[in-house]
């Protein structure tokens, strides 16, 4: 398990470098940091001692040394638009949007699991049928029109639901969250809907194929000719084997959650990290874009060792080969 979990990282390690090489050259080539932070009004002598402060009359690589070493210990900077350290900033915004992916998540597989079972067992159904046909429109519909569309249907016409913000929040130590507040929840609803729609249509019809496929197999036969009931044949056998590929689904669609919520946290105003990011684009903030694409990242290769890890767990032929296959 050590040299399963050694190997991963070590093939992660290029994966984040690359990045953080994209990362850094946004500040040789996108904009102009020194002008950004000196304003207008500036002379040739504050535009050189700053430029010396930052290190900008470096060599391109001992720059990139460096800001890898400081991201290494989470420090990227100061922000241009809000000249605040960007770790605090990031800092502050995490915990709501981690909150919203997570529950973005948690309810695309409390729904999309059990919706993927039932079409599988009964395709003919026409309660398979209507599933089948509302899935086609979580994966058919942008993000964007189904958050305007749920706020037009439950903030504008009936009025339950807030369309913008948090609500209440309360505090853990640095973690601020909303589930512990009326407001909070209601809050969260509609964002977490929206977010999660697609994952869910797409778990749903995951699961759905999967079973239909296994369904086929000779071992599910086997297990009726031995007298089995339905249901240790459909749930003891046939849905354990679909696991494999609904983790898989699921880490990675939980990375594009947390990556992609920009279009909802920008939609719904939800004050995380998409919308501080977006804020960042049209101010230029380079080193807000540039931690966010490496927290990114780094959410990714973390989601994708723990998804290898639980295949190590699920499947018995990688413990058997040594943790050499993998996905």
């Not at 504050?46 to 040394?65: C, H, K, M, S």
């Not at 979580?138 to 993000?143: A, M, Y």
């Not at 992609?260 to 903030?285: K, Y």
Request: with cysteine; glycine share 10%; net charge positive.
């Amino acid at each position: 398990m050590f040299a399963f979990i050694v190997s991963r990282v070590l093939q992660a390690l290029p994966v984040m470098l690359t990045v953080a090489l994209l990362s850094f050259a946004m500040f040789a080539y996108v904009g102009d940091p020194v002008a950004i932070m000196l304003g207008q009004d500036y002379t040739e002598a504050q535009r050189t001692q700053l430029i010396a402060d930052l290190g900008l009359d470096q060599p391109f690589f001992v720059q990139f040394f460096k800001f890898v070493v400081n991201a290494a210990q989470g420090e990227f900077g100061l922000s241009y638009r809000l000249s605040r350290p960007v770790a605090d900033l990031i800092a502050e915004r995490a915990p709501a949007t981690l909150e919203l992916a997570l529950c973005a998540a948690a309810l695309a597989l409390a729904i999309g699991v059990p919706m993927g079972v039932y079409t599988g067992l009964y395709r003919n159904s026409w309660l398979s049928r209507f599933f089948l046909t509302f899935s086609l429109i979580g994966v058919s519909l942008p993000t964007f029109l189904i958050g305007i569309l749920l706020i037009l249907t439950f903030s504008v016409w009936l009025g339950w639901l807030p369309s913008f913000g948090r609500g209440d929040t309360i505090r853990w130590g640095w973690w601020s969250t909303g589930l512990g507040t009326w407001s909070g929840l209601k809050a969260l609803i509609l964002p977490s809907i929206t977010l999660g729609l697609f994952q869910l249509t797409l778990i749903m019809r995951l699961v759905r194929a999967e079973m239909l496929e296994v369904l086929r197999t000779d071992y599910i036969k086997f297990a009726r000719a031995r007298g089995l009931t339905n249901r240790a044949v459909h749930f003891g056998h046939a849905l354990k084997n679909t696991l494999v590929p609904v983790i898989t689904i699921t880490g990675l669609q939980l990375g594009a959650i947390i990556a992609f919520a920009i279009v909802t946290e920008t939609v719904f105003q939800w004050p995380g990290m998409g919308l501080l990011f977006i804020q960042s684009v049209g101010a230029a903030d380079i080193p807000v874009m540039s931690a966010y694409l490496l927290l990114i990242a780094l959410m990714f290769v973390t989601i994708n060792l723990i998804v290898d890890l639980l295949y190590y767990a699920v499947d018995p032929r990688l413990r058997i080969g040594g943790g050499k296959g993998g996905h």
